[in-house]
């Protein structure tokens, strides 16, 4: 893969920030950058072809819908889905989990979820995947249980059969952590969650992103992402759903577009994808986010993942060569995602993130919405950097530079 082919392809690498300081953009598991030829899509939908969706006979509202309807045809190519009609756009993988979780809570049985049943999410997950559950388990009285974390950063899943249960109605969990770097079993979990017929609903914020995403494969029920992370715009996500599923259970909003017929006293619902679809949609958003699968597809996922591959690689050897730090979550770069957690000594990450910023590196402080790990390893937040196809040998040399320039900082 030619990397330095593909950064031209995005004019934000070669900002020049602080003065005179090369952007080095190491945040790309909070959100990736932007090439051209997504950002010249948006551009063209809204210089030639700016309409509402569906509703309109003329030349616009139909170049509009054959825009926004082929942006799913490409996603739905993208992850193997069986249908087209399996893909539901959102604003961005939290409300893709939450849809799930409201629908479970209004459900009729078996899928209901109520007093008497189980859910089960993990201790690595983004608040996303957490707050979702706790505040569906508040609503219908449910007991929320969850895997705990290995002093490694992986899922204990020693008490697998303990944990999910002949309760458990839905078992959610992320792929690849967004602080750990993780890449979890989910052979394992999908295994023992259809021997008791819980429902699997699998985040996949940052997997998408970077390797082959085969929906089938993953045998899972509902599996949620977003564009932002994957070169495309902020403001769409996608959820995808059994079709069986999505035809047995309730709509999460109401509104137009997802209506069959309305009268004053009921209403029946369109199919799905368009029951979940409530009001006017993300309409230029999906189509970035169609351009932005056409660009990374134009690659191919193998291509990335195995660029990706080789980055974390050399990065996990080289910070840890810097003294003093400490990667949380797997120390090797086999089976972890392309984002890396770590501490450095007593410095505050806020502190660390602060020199490294006015050094034009760009990294992520904090606890990155994953709260209950940090809690689990005594540790306020991390500093996180994160990798992607655009990444060099040379930004994580520039990485572990800056990071010897904040241990002198700070004596």
Known sequence: MDTEAIRKDFPVLDRLVHDDRKLVYL???????????????????????????????????EEATALYEGARDKIA???????????????????????????????????????????????????????????????????????????????????????????????????????LGTHNPVEEIVRRAQEVGALVMIDASQAAPHMPLDVQALQADFVAF?????????????????????????????????????????????????????????????VGLGAAVDYLSAIGMDKVLAHEKAITSYAVERLLQVPDLRIIGPATAEERG????????????????????????????????ARPVCLRYGIPATTRASFYLYSTPAEVDALVDGLEHVRDFFG
């Open 338 to 369: 392309a984002a890396i957690s770590f501490t450095l000594g007593d410095i505050h990450p806020h502190d660390v993130g602060q020199v490294l910023d006015e050094q034009g590196i760009a990294v992520r402080v904090g606890h990155h919405c």
């Open 226 to 286: 977003t564009g932002h992370k994957m070169l495309g715009p902020t403001g769409i996500g996608v959820l995808w759903g059994r079709q069986e599923l999505l035809e047995d259970l309730p709509p999460f909003l109401g509104g137009g577009e997802m209506i069959e017929t309305v009268s004053m006293n009921s209403s029946t619902y369109a199919p799905a994808p368009h029951k979940f679809e409530a009001g006017t949609p993300p309409i230029s958003e999906a």
């Open 27 to 61: 945040d790309n598991a909070a959100t990736s950058q932007t090439p051209r030829q997504v950002l010249d899509a948006i551009t063209e939908y809204y210089e030639r072809h700016n309409a509402n969706v569906h509703r309109g006979v003329h030349v616009l509202a």
């Open 77 to 179: 190519s993208f992850i193997n889905a069986p249908s087209r009609d399996e893909v539901i756009f959102t604003k961005n993988a939290s409300e893709s989990l939450n849809l799930v979780a409201n629908m479970l809570g209004w459900a009729d049985e078996p899928y209901r979820v109520d007093s008497d049943t189980e859910i089960v999410i993990t201790e690595m997950e983004h608040h996303s995947n957490i707050v979702p559950w706790q505040l569906l388990a508040q609503r219908t009285g449910a007991k929320l249980k969850w895997f705990g974390l290995t002093d490694e950063g992986r899922l204990d899943l020693s008490n697998i059969d303990e944990v999910i249960t002949e309760k458990t109605k839905i078992v959610s969990f992320v792929l690849i952590s967004n602080i």
